[in-house]
């Protein structure tokens, strides 16, 4: 067991708090639903812009720069930086908004997660400061500019970064116990020239105190105060912590600098502070000169430790600073709880020593994580897509109930605003640490997303992923009615039924066969039924078993945009259907798991295998031949109106979705469930027509002359190798980089449809959306996605687990080379891999035309985790920082590795 494993043991056993701090702090608060009081609470973007967040405390959260805080996000560090040009300090990241961007919002920063262990004890991350002014105004006005025809406009597109006259400025974070947190910034100049840097690294209490609130989490005011060089800490519930910078010395040539962490009442007149000195204090400062802008008696909620840098042509200075508890041992024992004598001690040769430490136990971690056969590329994107994994934790706070109706000293709220936004689910009480999405794009949860986070992680950290499943499905976060919510913008949408996927992924992680946790299985089980009937109650529009949904996730994938009410009729959706029967098969699947201990889990288990082939019946056969076209050999939604089906014919994932409903159903498992298995032989006496409209095949095993596999899905036979024929056609769904999500025939072929006295069209799209559908911030006709790819790969393998490697198809279509499904997997990895790996021109694909990437040291190992790929280049576009889900490159990894070894 290496050293990290020992401390997430020790985590989990409650016997240390190695969870404590971590990456949780945002990287935008600013511009999220949570802190938007308008009288709708439908002005998000416009209600807290980035330009308030410097001078306006946030209600519901926090954010900084490479910065960290607890758990519960009272107390938070982060890094501080001006360049002396720049019109206001850099302590966060800036991005265009929604109705700026031409694609929706989008971080114009260039910042990079290098590592972090799961307990933090260890972490490193990067960002890239222009010495120039940064392009602000630039960026805002060229991306309003330009047309959603247009590639978005980056800050590499800028000068930002000519003749490299830039900071790299790397923060590293290093536990030497639970509550004994080393701090080391390393700032270098990557300049032709010296450069002048003002450094000002912050400590600051998140405001829960000026708005008198009554929640589980408000509190007092805390206080810092200054004892020598020591800034001293008090807080009700995290107590006494102190602070200690190694640049504080008699020179004067560093300071202190204090306010309070409140709203500048001069620039918010009409929101609640209870101070004179501001969020901003620092800010004005540093960049305006303002030396009454900070509290003269040094004392806040807010701190910097502030000082000048000249810094030589590449040359670089290290900032060591230090928070720990009064009761921790280099305070109590080393320092005898006396501050002047911590600020002399905190930073001796023991501090680089715990550093070196921790990096060295990293590494060992990581060795035992990462298939020792893997390159030294792929190990680096490997353990980078794990850093991003981690470093997007964050913590959420929501109250909806307390946000509808407003605080006691807060934004007053009108009955229109009680009625607004997320009114129905005034239950929901997230106060929490979650795995997000990209802490800036979507600083928010979003059900189908964490169900893929929870994959990669749970190799890193099990027990949180098992907590993070299971926290979805408590009383304070699901509805009432059995909903999972969705995402802050509209928590009663409906995301693809993927949750119980995601816990069998988990459970399956959590050991040995078994030696599993099937505690964690039952329990989520339990809540997963009341999912499931919601599903079934609420999104069967003719109860029949065809399923509709909206969006679905996959945003303008339809013709229609699916989240909207049509004109008339109603979609039946093949991928709706098809979720709901990998659902099916996924609750059968944990059923027959838990019936081995349990026997009465056995009647679910015949439920969900009844249910299962009804669904896929319907599928196949409801009014002649179910959402299955026999002419064109794929699945469509269809339109459902005046009692009649009328096929959309688009070639997209959406009718792909099917093949991911292959459940193998093992024989020696079914043996130890007698009632199961007489139950499953009576039905299937009784459907000897079964196979006509599904697959429903029984592997015989040789030496026994008796069943050793079964396997259900929704397409035939004859259908899946039909399916897995187009899908391996790279003139319509094999790409270079893996599967797309629309197929390419329709690049000359468009799918046109007139409906309800409007036009629509669907193209081939394989880079950025050309439609505001849903936002247009993402584009699911034509790139490559991680999350849909993952589970077409992970069906391959287990239709290869029942076929062998008797069964072949061609790969690519029409090439005369045979594989097996097993190796078509491997391929589809492979072509997923190669996004991220050097190619033979020095360059990685998902970093397109940016020639720093492949040019420059300083940035040619440095790997970015995007939302989507294009389909034909592999370029990274959306969200620059999505591990998020596209950590399952990790998975793939890991895969690839294992084999090869």
Partial sequence: MTAEDERLTQSQRRQQNWHRWGPYLSERQWGTVREDYSEGGDATWSYFPHDHARSRAYRWGEDGLLGVCDRQCRLCFSVGLWNGRDPILKERLFGVTGPEGNHGEDVKECYYYLDSTPTHSYMKALYKYPQSRFPYEELVDVSRARSRMDDEYELTDTAAFADSRYFDVVAEYAKNDPNDLLIRLTITNRGPQAAVLHALPQLFFRNTWTWQCTDEGCTTRPSMRLSGNVVQTNHESLDRFWFACDAMDDSGDWVWLFTDNETNKVRHPNLPSESEFYKDGLNDFVVLGDTKAVNPEQRGTKVGAYGLLMLPAGGSREIRLRLAHVDSPIIKDTAGGDAKSFSSVAFGDSFDACFQQRIDEADEFYASRIPASLSDDRNRIMRQSYAGLLWTKQFYHYVVNTWLDGDPNGVKATELRKL????????????????????????????????????????????????????????????????????????????????????????????????????????????????????????????????????????????????????????????????????????????????????????????????????????????????????????????????????????????????????????????????????????????????????????????????????????????????????????????????????????????????????????????????????????????????????????????????????????????????????VARELERRLISIFEVDKDGARPSHGKVSQYADDPAWKDLVLFYEYFHADEGTGLGASHQTGWTALIATILRSHGAVAR
């Fill in 420 to 823: 607004g936004r997320n009114s129905d689910w005034r239950h929901l009480f997230n106060r929490d640490v979650i795995s997000m999405p990209d802490k800036w794009e979507y600083p928010w949860y979003a059900a189908w997303d964490l169900a893929f986070h929870m994959v990669p992680m749970a190799h890193l950290d099990t027990h949180f992923a098992k907590e993070q499943m299971i926290l979805f499905l408590r009383e304070w976060y699901m509805h009432p009615s059995g909903q999972i919510p969705a995402y802050e913008w509209q928590l009663g949408d409906v995301n693809p039924p993927v949750h119980a996927w995601g816990v069998w992924q988990v459970y399956k992680a959590s050991g040995p066969p078994q030696k599993r946790d099937k505690e964690f299985l039952a329990r989520a089980f339990q809540k997963l039924l009341i999912n499931f009937t919601w599903w079934v109650n609420r999104k069967d529009p003719r109860g029949k078993n065809i399923f509709a949904g909206g969006f679905l996730g996959l945003d303008n994938i339809g013709v229609f945009d699916r989240s909207k009410p049509l004109p008339q009729g109603h979609l039946e959706q093949a991928d709706g259907t098809a979720w709901m029967a990998f659902y099916c098969g996924t609750m059968l699947r944990m059923a027959i798991e838990l019936a081995e201990d349990e026997i009465a889990y056995g009647d679910m288990a015949s439920k969900f295998f009844e249910h299962y082939v009804a669904i896929a019946e319907a599928m196949n056969s409801m009014d002649g031949s179910g959402l299955w076209d026999n002419d064109d050999g794929f699945y469509y939604d269809h339109l459902y109106v005046d009692g009649k089906s009328i096929p959309i014919r688009v070639r997209s994932l959406v009718g792909l979705l099917p093949l991911l409903t292959g459940v193998i159903l093992e024989e020696p498992i079914i043996e130890k469930l007698p009632g199961f298995k007489r139950r499953m032989n009576w039905f299937l006496r009784n459907r000897s027509d079964l196979s006509q409209h599904m697959t429903y095949m029984e592997r015989e095993d040789a030496n026994l002359g008796k069943p050793c596999n079964r396997l259900l899905a929704i397409p035939s036979g004859d259908r899946f190798r039909h399916l897995i024929s187009v899908m391996l056609d790279e003139n319509e769904f094999l790409s270079p980089f893996g599967i797309r999500s629309l197929s390419a025939a329709h690049r000359d072929q468009p799918f046109v449809f007139d409906f309800g006295g409007q036009h629509h069209e669907v193209r081939y799209l394989p880079g950025e959306s050309d439609s505001g559908m849903f936002g247009g911030n993402s584009n699911w006709r034509g790139p490559i996605w991680f999350p849909t790819n993952f589970l077409l790969i992970q069906a391959l393998k287990r239709y290869y687990v029942f076929y062998g490697d008797d069964f072949k198809v061609e790969c690519p279509t029409g090439s005369g080379v045979m594989m097996t499904l097993m190796e």
